[in-house]
């Protein structure tokens, strides 16, 4: 048995990315029957849950924070390169999550936990690294699922933008798939995102085990393209991708290049709409959802169960 501490964030302009794979990796861990520390910044919202401590810990001197603990895995885009060197300074295994060799990591391991991983030179970091479609986290619920595409009369939409609707694209998204007259509609809208709309069913943040069943039952997903895609790719959706931020880009590039989005959609273009509507057109036919479903199939379904091996061989 030993003992772990995961830091990471999330809120308002962080999205809940590092803290939904870190959720994964901290369960795993403690299936495994290890001690794990999880320790979350959220800025700017408010979310309860006794698996994690809430805490600023980059405010936290490294050196008082790090000890105690065997690995310390860090999932973040605000840790600094200094807060990393003093880290580094203690007995602890340093473990870095990347997405998209953001800075030099002064650390003992990095993690690319990506499909695009092999994409990303890392030659000028002195860390071990590894990375790619064998380890790309998807939470317990999302895995191992088999479905058959099923033509429909009422084909079901499903719309989520991840846990914080920074761009303001949920309320254009109903909007459209309402113009769009054809499809069911449930969406998730997080906290402050106010829609009131017609024939749309509106929900709260979503566990993983009920973001699973409202992915399983819809027919086509409209998505961001962050950790929210790799699930999605794992359940072989039908997806929609709408590429919101710089670190969303790789994956964005690399599943429409396989071919499971299509028409390299960003928020802010001119004609997402018309792009947005064409996409909803076209996966309205079986065969196009079917050939969405089989594009891709490299995602091994227990990365993070290779993640942990690989952290805890490191000792």
């Known amino acids: 048995m030993f003992r772990l501490k995961i830091l990471t964030e999330a809120g308002k302009g962080i999205g809940f990315g590092h803290l939904t794979r870190c959720t994964a990796l901290r369960n795993e861990l403690v299936r495994q029957g290890h001690l794990v520390d999880f320790i979350v910044y959220l800025k ?12 600023d810990w980059l405010s936290i001197s490294p050196e008082e924070l790090v000890t105690s603990s065997e690995v310390v895995i860090i999932d973040s885009y ?26 030099e990591y002064p650390v003992d391991l990095i993690i690319n936990p990506n499909v695009f991983a092999d994409e990303i030179n890392y030659s000028n970091q002195t860390a071990k690294y590894i990375g790619g479609p064998e380890f790309v986290i998807i939470r317990a619920p999302f895995r191992n699922v088999i479905e058959e595409i099923k033509e429909t009369n009422s084909p079901r939409l499903f719309i989520t933008m991840g846990g914080s609707d920074y761009r303001n694209m949920l309320p254009k998204l109903a909007r459209w798939a309402l113009d769009h007259k054809t499809y069911d509609i449930r969406l998730v809208a997080p ?5 009131s709309l017609p024939r749309i069913d509106v929900l709260p943040l979503l566990s993983a085990e009920e973001m699973a069943e409202e992915m399983k039952r819809a027919d086509v997903v409209i998505s961001a393209c962050g950790q929210t895609l790799h699930e999605l790719a794992a359940l072989k959706k039908p997806t929609i991708g709408i590429c919101l931020d710089k670190d969303q880009v790789p994956n964005h590039k ?13 928020w802010n273009q ?12 076209r996966l309205l036919n ?7 479903a089989c594009s891709f199939e490299g995602i091994n379904p227990n990365g993070v169960g290779n993640i942990a091996e690989t952290i805890l061989n490191s000792l």
């Open 78 to 103: 605000l840790v600094t390169k200094e807060w990393l060197r003093d880290a580094s300074e203690s007995n602890s295994l340093l473990v870095q999550l990347d997405d998209y060799n953001r800075i």
């Open 191 to 195: 906290e402050g995102t106010n829609i």
């Open 286 to 292: 079986t065969d196009e959802r079917k050939k969405a």
């Open 254 to 266: 690399f599943y429409n290049g396989v071919g499971f989005i299509r028409g390299n959609l960003f």
């Open 44 to 55: 700017d919202f408010k979310i309860e849950n006794p698996d994690f401590t809430k805490s």
């Open 270 to 281: 001119d004609d997402l709409k018309q792009q947005v509507e064409s996409e909803l057109t």
